[in-house]
């Protein structure tokens, strides 16, 4: 069972990711991983069993996924936030991916992540 939703941005203060069309992908990750942690601490916010562990964003990728190692469980999640590069900015959705033997339990909590994440 997931205790732990570990939520990182995929870039940082020191990497700032693609950047096209005037957005920087790092920026628009760092604000929809606000978003995200808000609206999953709200969706749980009875369930005192799981925990929201962000990144931090002056953190390098290095010292988060160091960070994150020294208390993670396999049982627990991890999103990491990517905008994939296209030239068609009417492009639109998310995907949510579970690991291959991912339990009803976590497919729903994946499930109910992504629905979370496309209604921002």
């Given at each position: 069972?997931?205790?732990?939703?570990?939520?990182?941005?995929?870039?940082?203060?020191?990497?700032?990711?693609?950047?096209?069309?005037?957005?920087?992908?790092?920026?628009?990750?760092?604000?929809?991983?606000?978003?995200?942690?808000?609206?999953?601490?709200?969706?749980?916010?009875?369930?005192?069993?799981?925990?929201?562990?962000?990144?931090?964003?002056?953190?390098?990728?290095?010292?988060?996924?160091?960070?994150?190692?020294?208390?993670?469980?396999k049982e627990d999640a991890l999103i990491s936030l990517h905008?994939?590069?296209?030239?068609?900015?009417?492009?639109?959705?998310?995907?949510?991916?579970?690991?291959?033997?991912?339990?009803?339990?976590?497919?729903?909590?994946?499930?109910?992540?992504?629905?979370?994440?496309?209604?921002?």
């Amino acid at each position: 069972m997931v205790n732990k939703i570990y939520i990182e941005a995929g870039h940082n203060d020191n990497d700032p990711g693609a950047s096209d069309h005037g957005y920087i992908e790092a920026e628009e990750a760092k604000k929809d991983k606000n978003y995200l942690i808000r609206a999953l601490a709200f969706q749980l916010q009875h369930r005192t069993d799981i925990k929201i562990i962000p990144d931090v964003d002056s953190e390098n990728l290095s010292q988060t996924i160091s960070r994150f190692k020294k208390t993670a469980k396999k049982e627990d999640a991890l999103i990491s936030l990517h905008y994939n590069a296209v030239d068609n900015q009417n492009v639109r959705g998310v995907e949510v991916w579970v690991k291959e033997n991912a339990s009803k339990k976590e497919i729903d909590l994946a499930n109910q992540i992504c629905e979370t994440y496309s209604k921002m």
